[in-house]
Nanobody, 119 residues
C-alpha cells in the first residue's frame, strides 16, 4: 500500500523559508512515469496545486508561486521536499503531498500538515 507522510515545522515566521518533507512508502519516487506533487489548502479556500516532481527529477511549478518554490528529492530516503521562500501569512494552509500531477490524477495523498505563518 502506498503511503505518504508530510513532516516539518507547524509555525514559520514571515519572510522565512517554509520547508516540508514527504516520506513515501510502498512505492519508489523514481518509478517510471510517476509524479509527486505538493498541494495546499488555505483556511476557507479551495485546493491549490504548488508544484510537481517527476520520476526523473524534473519539476514544474504553479506560475503564481514559481519564483518562491523549489522541490527537491532524496532518492536514498525516498523523500521529496518543498521549500517556499519569503512566506507571508497568506501562505498559511494545510499542506499535502500526493502522488500524481503531470501525467496522472492524484491517487494517493498524505494526511496533510498545518503550517501557520505568524510572528
Amino acid at each position: 500500500q502506498v503511503q505518504l507522510q508530510e513532516s516539518g515545522p507547524g509555525l514559520v515566521k514571515p519572510s522565512q523559508t517554509l520547508s516540508l518533507t514527504c516520506t513515501v512508502s510502498g512505492d519508489s519516487i523514481t518509478t517510471n512515469y510517476l509524479d509527486w506533487s505538493w498541494i495546499r489548502q488555505p483556511p476557507g479556500k479551495g485546493l491549490e496545486w504548488i508544484g510537481v516532481m517527476s520520476y526523473s527529477g524534473s519539476t514544474l511549478y504553479n506560475p503564481s508561486l514559481e519564483s518562491r518554490t523549489s522541490i527537491s528529492r532524496d532518492t536514498s530516503k525516498n523523500q521529496f521536499t518543498l521549500q517556499l521562500s519569503s512566506v507571508t501569512p497568506e501562505d498559511t494552509a494545510v499542506y499535502y503531498c500526493a502522488r500524481g500531477g503531470l501525467s496522472s490524477t492524484f491517487d494517493y495523498w498524505g494526511k496533510g500538515t498545518q503550517v501557520t505563518v505568524s510572528s
